[in-house]
């Protein structure tokens, strides 16, 4: 099987082939994707907050076929997931708007531990 990529086109995620040509896709549930990161047989999205319905998080993970496997229980509604840091080991690292550090179970999207933008400074 060829190898494939990804990228953000028109606010959705999608799988192109060696080609160019999209393979598969994944609509935003709002209003567009605007960051990923692969993980181990799973992708990690943000959406743009705008356009959710209160207290939906904007990141969530998709299995390798596109399908939501869960949203994030974000500590905050009103301090939206600005940046998708990465994932060490079992844990995936995000950043908040107010530079709050949020880690989450990989697997389950649970709400791990919350570091304010202070503590994680120093």
Do not use: K
């Not at 076929?65 to 500590?75: S, T, Y």
């Not at 530079?99 to 202070?118: F, I, N, Q």
């Amino acid at each position: 099987m060829d190898p494939q990529a990804l990228a953000v086109i028109d606010g959705t995620l999608c799988q192109l082939t060696r080609d160019g040509n999209r393979a598969a896709g994944h609509a935003p549930l709002a209003t567009a994707v605007v960051e990923f990161r692969h993980g181990p047989m799973r992708y990690y999205v943000r959406e743009h907050p705008f356009g959710l319905l209160p207290g939906l998080p904007n990141l969530y993970c998709l299995d390798a076929g596109f399908r939501l496997q869960w949203m994030a229980e974000w500590p905050d509604p009103s301090d939206p997931c600005a940046s998708i840091v990465g994932d060490e080991g079992n844990t995936l690292v995000a950043l908040s708007a107010s530079g709050t550090v949020v880690r989450l179970d990989a697997s389950t999207g649970r709400l791990l531990r919350v570091e304010s933008a202070m503590a994680a400074a120093s």
